[in-house]
């Protein structure tokens, strides 16, 4: 039971913002969205989260809408290393173990 | 900072060998997770630890154990390994944070295991 839905796929020019959209429609009033990045064979890497308020870091922005129920990540100025899938990821899974739940996610080409 | 390290990165064991891998955090965070990732699927959450001396299972815990030797490591031990147990296996950890909804995790970069 999917809790976020993101495109499959996106294209970005080098040198150019990446704007990647998340749809959590279901999304509960206390839930966090987290943003995390995968690069091929390697390690799941924390990009960013927020609850309400739009976000910054020296990684990307978090611009969650005014209901919540969507989100966009935004890299301002793609590179090619960011070449990876983007998993957007709402709450935890059940139980108590607070694991997150890591869906399809957005594989983000960054093209020369 | 090396943040989540684990050892080895790369492993081939023969069906019914055991082997154990190793995931140690220098970020004094209270809690570590072993999950496993097959090719082209998210990760699945094999036995975690809320903090130093307990474990619990997660989703897809049979043929492992798991054993929190102090608050910086959380070993992962196959006992007797079976081709469906080849797989990438990270660890991951994270702080306790006071919202029970917030839980930034950080991951190690995996442990590839192939059972022949």
């Known amino acids: 039971d999917a809790k976020t839905t993101q495109p499959p796929s996106m294209d970005c020019a080098e040198g150019r913002a990446a704007n990647l959209p998340c749809n959590h429609s279901?999304?509960?009033?206390?839930?966090?969205v987290y943003w995390y990045r995968q690069i091929h064979s390697q390690g799941p890497q924390y990009i960013i989260h927020g609850l309400k308020n739009n976000e910054t870091n020296e990684m990307a922005s978090l611009i969650i809408t005014e209901d919540r129920k969507s989100s966009t990540l935004i890299l301002p100025h793609a590179t090619l290393r960011d070449t990876a899938v983007y998993y957007c990821i709402v709450g935890f899974g059940s139980g108590s173990a607070r694991q997150l739940t890591f869906g399809s996610g957005t594989q983000l080409t960054v093209l020369p | 900072n090396a943040g989540v390290t684990q050892t080895p990165k790369f492993q081939v064991l023969k069906t019914g060998q055991s082997m154990t891998l190793q995931c140690a955090q220098d970020m004094n965070h209270n809690s570590m997770y072993w999950y496993r990732q097959d090719p082209g699927m998210g990760l699945r959450l094999i036995y975690y630890s809320a903090s130093e001396g307990t474990t619990d299972k997660g989703e897809v815990p049979n043929g492992y154990n798991v054993s929190r030797l102090n608050k910086r490591e959380f070993s992962l031990r196959l006992e007797s390994a079976a081709p469906s147990q080849t797989s990438v296996y990270f660890c991951?950890?994270?702080?306790?944070?006071?919202?029970?909804?917030?839980?930034?995790?950080?991951f190690g970069a995996g442990t590839r295991l192939s059972v022949l």
């Open positions: 279901t999304i509960s009033g206390n839930e966090y």
């Open positions: 991951a950890s994270s702080e306790v944070d006071r919202s029970p909804n917030k839980n930034i995790q950080y």
